[in-house]
C-alpha cells in the first residue's frame, strides 16, 4: 500500500538555506494534508495542514504547497535550522474515510552549520 | 500546551501474554486513535474512536485488539495475546471535535515481545 510516497529518504541542507521535501499520493480521495516532524524516541510533532481546495499554506518558516493535478504535495523550510534537522513524515486523510491518517515513510532531514 | 501522554514508554512482554498500553488524550479532544510503527517502516492506522465505540479500524487491528475509554480520561489498546510481529511502537493521537483538524500524537510506548 503505497499512497502516499516520500521518494527521499534523507536530505541535507546548510544552515539559512532552503529545504524542501516532497511527497506524492496517488489516492485522488485525499482532501487534506499533513506534515509531521518526528524526532528519536518521541511521537510525530504536527507542523502543518493544508486542504485539497487550497494550494499554498503558509506558518512562519514553513510553507506547505499542494499541486493537485499532479498529486504532489511540498514542505519548504526557510530558513533551515540545525534544529529542524529530524525525520519529516507527509500524511493524508481521505474524504469519507473517516479521519484516518495514511503515512508516508518519511524523510530524514539533517540541516549542517 | 497540553500534550497527550502515553504510559509506559517500554513494555516487555513474553509472547502470548496480555498487554495494555495507556493513553490520556487531550481533555477536550473528542476524537482518539492508535497507530504503529513497526522498526524501519511507515506509520500505520490501527484503530480510531468516538463517542464510546470505534469507528473506523484497519486489517491489522483483528480480534487479538480491543480499545477502551474506562473512566472519560484514558484510552487503552489491549493485545490479547500477543506475538512476536507486535513488536512496534504504539502511538496514540488525539483531535479535537468539528472539521479537519490534526491528530496530536504521544511520544508513544515501544512494545517488545520476547
Known amino acids: 500500500d503505497q499512497q502516499v510516497k516520500q521518494n527521499s529518504p534523507s536530505l541535507s541542507v546548510q544552515e539559512g538555506r532552503i529545504s524542501i521535501l516532497n511527497c506524492d499520493y496517488t489516492n485522488s480521495m485525499f482532501d487534506y494534508f499533513l506534515w509531521y516532524k518526528k524526532y528519536p524516541a518521541e511521537g510525530p510533532t504536527f507542523l502543518i495542514s493544508?486542504?485539497?481546495?487550497?494550494d499554498k499554506n503558509e506558518d512562519g518558516r514553513f510553507t506547505v504547497f499542494l499541486n493537485k493535478s499532479a498529486k504532489h504535495l511540498s514542505l519548504h523550510i526557510v530558513p533551515s535550522q540545525p534544529g529542524d534537522s529530524a525525520v519529516y513524515f507527509c500524511a493524508a486523510k481521505s474524504q469519507g474515510g473517516g479521519n484516518k491518517l495514511t503515512f508516508g515513510t518519511g524523510t530524514q532531514l539533517k540541516v549542517e552549520l | 500546551e497540553p500534550e497527550v501522554t502515553q504510559t509506559p514508554s517500554h513494555q516487555v512482554t513474553q509472547m502470548g501474554q496480555e498487554v495494555i498500553l495507556r493513553c490520556v488524550p487531550i481533555?477536550?479532544?473528542?476524537?482518539f486513535y492508535w497507530y504503529r510503527q513497526i522498526l524501519g517502516q511507515k506509520v500505520e492506522f490501527l484503530v480510531s474512536?468516538?463517542?464510546?465505540?470505534?469507528?473506523?479500524k484497519s486489517e491489522i487491528f483483528d480480534d487479538q485488539f480491543s480499545v477502551e475509554r474506562p473512566d472519560g480520561s484514558n484510552f487503552t489498546l489491549k493485545i490479547r495475546s500477543t506475538k512476536l510481529e507486535d513488536s512496534a511502537m504504539y502511538f496514540c493521537?488525539?483531535?479535537?471535535?468539528?472539521?479537519?483538524?490534526?491528530?496530536?500524537f504521544g511520544d508513544g510506548t515501544r512494545l517488545s515481545i520476547l
Open positions: 493544508i486542504s485539497s481546495i487550497k
Open positions: 474512536f468516538y463517542n464510546n465505540e470505534i469507528s473506523e
Open positions: 481533555s477536550n479532544h473528542l476524537y
Open positions: 493521537a488525539s483531535t479535537p471535535p468539528g472539521g479537519a483538524q490534526p491528530q496530536h
